[in-house]
């Protein structure tokens, strides 16, 4: 009877764990897709200026360059826990954890590109800012080329 109970209390262990994995990993996707979140809002409003097609406010601008760059400074790599795809509602490739220096190097390209352009708006220098959002904008499309699955 104690060779039973101890496999039933293995089982049990081991069913709890992998829910708590999942959950991990549900939390992690979540938490990732927020914070990708913050970088479309802040984004968005950019690159209708920069297009033309919403006016040009140099303030708008600045803050939204600032946010970004605040926002480039969360742990977004905690966000992709080794596995957080397939079953989860993920947009993930698995490519990100065969190569994950790279991944890595893209984000914290990321976070260079936002810092400059944040830089770039506080100058108030319209032509700086629209450049500089070319360059935040292409490393932050870079990642999502190789990456990231199309919707």
Request: hydrophobic residues 40%; charged residues 25%.
């Amino acid at each position: 009877m104690k060779k039973r109970s101890i496999i039933a209390l293995l089982t049990l262990a081991t069913g709890i764990l992998t829910m708590q994995g999942a959950g991990a990993n549900e939390a992690a996707i979540e938490y990732r897709q927020a914070v990708m979140n913050v970088y479309l809002w802040n984004l968005k409003p950019m690159a209708g200026m920069v297009k033309g097609k919403i006016p040009f406010d140099a303030e708008l601008f600045r803050s939204r360059a600032e946010g970004l760059a605040t926002a480039t400074r969360l742990d977004l790599l905690s966000g992709f826990p080794e596995g957080s795809t397939d079953e989860f509602d993920s947009s993930a490739k698995p490519v990100i954890w065969e190569k994950w220096p790279e991944f890595k190097g893209k984000f914290e390209a990321l976070r260079r590109e936002s810092a400059k352009l944040a830089e770039a708006a506080r100058s108030g220098d319209a032509a700086a800012m629209k450049a500089q959002f070319g360059n935040t904008a292409k490393s932050c499309g870079g990642c999502h080329k190789k990456f990231r699955m199309k919707k």
